[in-house]
């Protein structure tokens, strides 16, 4: 497929997925994606396998696809990255999960409540009603006592049943009445805790180029700092979404430092990563050169951004900055920059990073 065929595509697939609320019309476009990638199910489970993250059994990919099972948001994004959608799209499919999800919640709120008011529709139902008797008329008997109220109900056309078992029966209604109604508020205060509640906006996604490699790989690259530092620590953009990549940081060639393995995460992959360097190795030089070399990963090491910050007088700031990816030829070249051994990624990634806590 062409670029500008490619760019219609992530088009009209981005105008569908903003409007998606029903899980028939995310599945409608989980069957598009499938098509277009023109790969079989036992391809899909292959795929999903070598990349060592969410499993991708077939028939749990033939459920979602027929509409059988509403999928997990980790099963679905595995499919998608299994059909080769770029992972800068994969956070509009996820915001469409989200409202799906939602929208399915609010829908078997609605249903446990109307089967709540038939039981209690039908409860009230369930007891006969009492018979009344008309008023006859009776001469009046002087000598008749006063004091018996069914007679004198039953003077005045009213009937007052007060047979023990039916005082029991009405308890039982009342009883199951109050049952089902605590049940409806009992689901309904579920429901409601189910449902995503946003007290903060939704933080905003960055669009980034970097460049990632893989075992017996490492990058280089050149900073400068003051030489009166006493201290200075490299900061690393990362794609959190590949666990638990683990390198080692040589400066001018010593040993200083391990980028430590991190969790992958699904959802807001932008993370920054911070690595101490020992003072005895920065202080009174007024350059570093950086290398990072690969222990091991998940799938590989990938790098979007380093900021070198330095301590002088007790306080940090910002020494130097290095943009890595395809977009930023110029700043790799004034660092030096270069990647030793394999080369997994050279690209654009479009993520979130978590919302603040206030």
């Known amino acids: 497929m062409s670029t500008e065929l490619e760019g219609v595509a992530g088009a009209q697939a981005r105008g569908g997925l903003e409007s998606v609320t029903r899980h028939e019309e995310l599945v409608r476009l989980l069957a598009e994606q499938f098509a277009r990638a023109d790969v079989s199910l036992r391809e899909l489970q292959a795929r999903a396998d070598r990349a060592g993250g969410t499993r991708l059994p077939r028939a749990t990919c033939a459920d979602m696809l027929a509409g059988r099972r509403f999928p997990k948001k980790a099963v679905m994004v595995a499919f998608l990255r299994g059909c080769r959608v770029p992972e800068h799209r994969l956070p509009a499919w996820e915001r469409a999960w989200e409202r799906v999800r939602v929208a399915r919640l609010a829908a078997m709120a609605a249903r446990a409540q109307a089967e709540a008011q038939a039981q209690l529709s039908a409860l009230a139902t369930v007891a006969s009603p009492l018979r009344v008797t008309p008023a006859a008329t009776v001469e009046r008997d002087e000598a008749a006592p006063q004091d018996e109220p069914e007679a ?30 605590l049940a409806a508020a009992i689901l309904g205060l579920l429901v409601g805790t189910w449902l995503p509640h946003r007290t903060t906006p939704e933080p905003p996604t960055i669009a980034d180029d970097g460049r990632a490699f893989g075992p017996g790989g490492s990058s280089r690259f050149t900073v400068t700092v003051h030489p009166s530092n006493t201290g200075v620590r490299l900061t690393r953009r990362l794609d959190a979404g590949i666990g638990e990549q683990h390198a080692t940081i040589t400066v001018n060639g010593t040993q200083a430092a391990t980028w430590r393995p991190l969790p992958a995460r699904e959802t807001y992959r932008w993370q920054d990563q911070t690595a101490e360097l020992p003072p005895s190795l920065t202080t009174g ?23 070198v910050e330095q301590r002088i007088n007790g306080r940090w700031r910002t020494a130097d900055t290095l943009d890595v990816g395809p977009r930023h030829l110029a700043g790799e070249a004034a660092h030096g920059y270069a990647i030793t051994g394999p080369q997994t990624f050279a690209d654009v990634r479009e993520f979130a990073y978590p919302p603040r806590r206030s």
Not at 293 to 303: H, M
């Open 152 to 181: 004198a109900a039953q003077a005045g056309g009213t009937c007052v049943d007060t047979s023990p078992g039916k005082e029991r029966a009405r308890g039982r209604s009342l009883g199951v009445a109050v049952l089902a109604s």
């Open 285 to 307: 030089r007024g350059s570093l050169t950086v290398v990072n070399t690969f222990v091991s990963s998940e799938q590989d090491f990938n790098e979007f951004r380093y900021v």
